[in-house]
């Protein structure tokens, strides 16, 4: 009876389990934890702003960087970490709505903007800046139609003005359309919908009668301009746990994106089969015919990879900075998993802004102690002795060089006065976070890595290293990198277009069941294609492969980052020296990000075949 109830109970978890992937593959942006907000009718309800963004300048601003009217008294939201990391500035606008109570026209206030402010604002509507509102946490969305004339989607944000026949047109008055649900009680709304429409009305007031003439701004002359909207309210049909539907349906073309994904998996698949095959077949023949001949011949004269079982593991050049190169990538593994299941989860979602970033930095130093450890345990390994010199560089090497970075790409920001630079408080706030928490976790990790065994080897090293023979061009380092890059690259870059399309184009990324399949799918080809490159190696007689083999599992970086440059040349039109800038440095940091990552699943899985295929053998 106790084993019936354990294996009911376990069969429930499977269900579970298997019910949760499949609702997070079509749900994942919803937040359980988060209650819809009931209004009462009459209520009234500010509208507040995030930021104004273009995908042209990478560059986004506060919305009181605009010359718009401002609200009577100015209120600065606070913004969590991922919110302040990506230049969001919740502040509240002019704009304000009563609970299912239209209003017709409203007249804001009129603004009178002098040349350079004109000129200004020309700037912004040439590069094509949106502006983002929210109300009751929903992003504002205009509605277009696709190219065909048979879907309609949306937009985030609404523009600033327009530019028609070389004329710079200025958007001044926004109809607001609201969709409302009603509540689970009698006279409750809960806001489902929020949309708007711009026009550009000239004049002494934006609520002038109707005209075919628009508001022209000229470069170098001041003009009055009039703000005004209107509110319309309707009753929608969408449940408020599926408002967000209407901006994720926009985001992508799911089709493609299915048929894109289910094509790449189906190659990486077969090729990461037929290299398995290939090896298993191969090191069974070698490990036979070695083994044979021994015991047939104790005159045998050893050769190919055999012939290293006294210097294969012998430590490393520069055992401090692999490990702690091995340390942080093992830490950035484990938290873009934690970040992929809890994003699939639906615990990070469009809906809670800035939550992916600030998780993904958060668990990062939380992690530490995972890098530190396996970190530790490796050093242990090669038999170091300076084990706290080791742990700091673990600690510091990888985010002393992306703080580096970002604090120099900051200045550019900070020099564009753009909301996406760090304000000093956050930086100083995150160094000691940093110090604080992932420092002596890292340290923590490290000791108890090093403390324990280190891994064992089946052979013994010899005293005197064995001269290595001339390699061909084609296995050194370089050439293995770029060879070796291309398997695991494939497994990703069709993913790695909606994640850049996500990054650098507004999007929004929803699909993480993919993205899991991809990271699993990605780490078995890491994995797969350095251990090919190793054994090739061995087998030419260069026992020299610690190293070598996190270079040819980091290979994939550099596919990313020539990725990046493709997606540049292909897909974006960024203008601006500061914003082509910010561009490349980031995609910089990420490829670096990605390689660390990928060259740590190299080099485990490459120790891991050493020591299982010279444990299979005979020797002396």
């Known amino acids: 009876q106790h084993y019936f109830i354990q294996s009911n109970l376990r069969h429930s978890m499977m269900k579970v389990i298997l019910f949760t992937f499949i609702f997070s593959s079509v749900h994942s942006f919803y ?19 995030t930021q104004v963004d273009s995908v042209h300048t990478e560059l986004p601003y506060s919305y009181r960087h605009l010359h718009y009217c401002l609200p009577a008294k100015e209120i600065n939201y606070a913004e969590n970490l991922g919110e302040v990391l990506h230049g969001s500035r919740i502040v509240n606008t002019a704009y304000t709505v009563t609970v299912n109570e239209p209003t017709d026209c ?13 000129d200004q604002m020309m700037d912004l509507i040439k590069k094509d800046y949106d502006v983002h509102l929210i109300l009751d946490n929903l992003p504002v969305a205009r509605k277009y139609t696709s190219p065909d004339g048979k879907i309609e989607l949306y937009h985030r944000g609404h523009k600033i003005g327009q530019i028609y026949n070389d004329k710079t047109y200025l958007f001044n008055f926004f109809k607001f359309k609201i969709r409302y649900h009603r509540g689970s009680t009698p006279g409750k709304y809960r806001i489902v919908g929020f949309e708007v429409e711009s026009s550009s009305v000239p004049g002494k007031s934006a609520c002038a009668a109707p005209t075919t003439e628009a508001l022209e701004l000229h470069k170098g002359t001041s003009v009055t301009v009039s703000y005004g909207y209107s509110v319309t309210w309707e009753e929608g049909t969408v449940a408020w746990a599926s408002r967000w539907d209407t901006y994720l349906t926009s985001a992508t073309n799911s089709q493609i994106h299915w048929f894109s994904i ?12 037929l290299l398995a095959m290939i090896m298993v077949r191969a090191l069974r023949r070698d490990i036979a015919a070695y083994n044979l001949d021994e ?21 490393p050049n520069y ?5 702690a190169l091995i340390g942080s990538g093992v830490q950035l593994g484990a938290t873009a998993l934690a970040c992929i299941v809890l994003s699939m989860l639906g615990m990070l979602s469009p809906a809670s802004r800035g939550s ?10 939380f992690f530490g102690v ?9 050093y242990r390994t090669f038999k170091g002795m300076k084990w706290k010199r080791a742990a700091f560089l673990t600690a510091t090497m990888y985010p002393g060089l992306i703080s580096s970075a970002c604090f120099i790409l900051n200045f550019f920001l900070w020099h564009a006065k753009s909301s996406g630079a760090v304000p000093f408080g956050y930086m100083c706030a995150l160094l000691a976070f940093w110090v604080c928490v992932s420092l002596p976790l890292v340290f923590i990790g490290f000791f108890f890595g090093f403390r324990k065994q280190p891994y064992e080897y089946s052979v013994r090293t010899n005293k005197i290293p064995r001269p290595i023979p001339t390699q061909l061009w084609y296995m050194r380092t370089f050439p293995s990198m770029m060879l070796a890059g291309v398997l695991p690259f494939g497994a990703v870059f069709i993913e790695l277009y909606f994640i850049f399309s996500a990054i650098w184009e507004n999007q929004i990324y929803t699909l993480f069941s993919f993205l899991f399949l991809v990271y699993v799918i990605l780490v078995i080809c890491c994995a797969e294609i350095a251990v090919v490159i190793v054994y090739f190696q061995l087998c030419s007689e260069n026992y020299r492969w610690w190293w070598k083999s996190f270079f040819v599992g980091g290979g994939t970086g550099l596919y990313v980052f020539l990725y990046g440059v493709f997606f540049y040349c292909t897909k974006l039109d960024i203008v601006g020296f500061t914003s082509n800038v910010l561009y490349f440095g980031y995609t910089a940091l990420m490829a670096i990000t990605f390689g660390l990552f990928t060259g740590s699943v190299g080099f485990f899985a490459s120790f891991n075949f050493v020591r299982y295929v010279y444990s299979a053998v005979k020797t002396d």
Not at 262 to 273: A, E, H, M, P, T
Not at 319 to 323: F, H, I, K, M, Q
Not at 370 to 378: A, E, K, Q
Request: hydrophobic share 40%.
């Open 31 to 49: 937040i359980p934890l988060i209650a819809p907000v009931e209004y009462n009718k009459g209520q009234t309800i500010e509208i507040k702003s």
């Open 370 to 378: 995972i890098g530190g450890y396996y970190s530790g345990r490796m």
């Open 356 to 365: 992916l970033i600030g998780a993904g930095v958060s668990l990062f130093f």
């Open 262 to 273: 289910i094509n790449s998996l189906i190659i990486v698949l077969f090729l990461s089969g």
């Open 295 to 315: 015991e047939m011949d104790e005159t045998y004269e050893e050769s190919g990879w055999k012939l290293l079982h006294g210097d294969v593991m012998r430590p």
């Open 319 to 323: 055992t401090t900075p692999l490990v």
């Open 106 to 118: 409203k007249e804001v206030c009129k603004v009178t903007l002098e040349a350079k402010q004109v």
